[in-house]
């Protein structure tokens, strides 16, 4: 019904920038949060929550990225941002976009995309 559709991950050195994007189609009446999240690598490593966007723009970050990471959309075209700079070695994983989508006014659900590499070299 909804599919999400990450891209701009990549190699880049430690201290440089990367923009992923994450564009949702399909069956949408209106996206409420949008959300970035990532998986290190490792066994056991669970999936954490990086960065939130309300579908009236209200940002939420976690610590680790506060200052350095911007989160920011086009409702328009229901494609949600992350800008990335200041890049480390340990920001390393695959990142994930996540959308609460009111698919009609009455039912929302969570939808994700497969992912996006980035690799940050020291």
């Known amino acids: 019904q909804v599919q999400l559709v990450e891209s701009g991950g990549g190699l880049v050195q430690a201290g440089g920038s990367l923009r992923l994007s994450c564009a949702a189609s399909?069956?949408?009446?209106?996206?409420?949060?949008m959300e970035w999240y990532r998986q290190a690598p490792g066994n056991g490593k669970q999936r954490e929550l990086l960065?939130?966007?309300?579908?009236?723009?209200?940002?939420n970050y976690t610590d680790s990225v506060k200052g350095r990471f911007t989160i920011s959309r086009d409702s328009a075209k229901n494609t949600v941002y992350l800008q990335m700079n200041s890049l480390k070695p340990e920001d390393t994983a695959v990142y994930y976009c996540?959308?609460?989508?009111?698919?009609?006014?009455?039912?929302?659900?969570?939808?994700w995309g497969r992912g996006t590499q980035v690799t940050v070299s020291s």
């Open positions: 960065a939130t966007i309300t579908s009236g723009g209200s940002t």
């Open positions: 399909g069956i949408i009446f209106r996206i409420n949060a």
């Open positions: 996540n959308a609460r989508v009111l698919v009609t006014p009455r039912y929302e659900s969570d939808y």
